[in-house]
């Protein structure tokens, strides 16, 4: 096991040179469902008030165009990776690689991630959305791609 974020690049880096942690990323990487949470980078937001995220880091992903984030990966209003030092201290895999993951199942929902969630769309991040009733309508009435099954 290890953490999903650390202290540093050079302890991230160290970490990954683990055989078992190295295999189990692997293995994540092969996975043919994921289910993933989606998050918003907002005051307030699990990932500040759990202290992941400074208030810096926050302003700084924002003004980078950071609505979103799945599994501590951040991307913009189309679902594109935020470039930010943040992404040196994660330890799992990238938005490219959950893309390579044949069914990703994400769960959100809530007023405040609309704009969250059709980012993740947009981005082809997701193939299944759970969500409330209202954003799964205002998802319909918006171009979402025929391969989006919505619950």
Known sequence: PSPGIVSSKL????????????????????ADLALVGIGAPLAGSVIVEA???SDTDLAELRALGAVGDIALRFFDENGNAVDHPIND???GLDLAQIRQI????GVAGGEGKYEVIRGAVRGDLI??????????TRL????IPDRLAIA
């Open 89 to 91: 201290h994660i330890i």
């Open 11 to 30: 302890v991230r880096d160290a970490l990954l040179q683990d055989v078992n942690i190295a295999e189990t990323l692997a293995l994540a990487a092969r």
């Open 140 to 143: 319909l009435h918006e171009k």
């Open 127 to 136: 193939d299944v959305l759970i969500t409330d009733e209202t954003t799964a």
């Open 51 to 53: 202290g992941i995220l």
């Open 102 to 105: 044949p069914r990703v199942i």
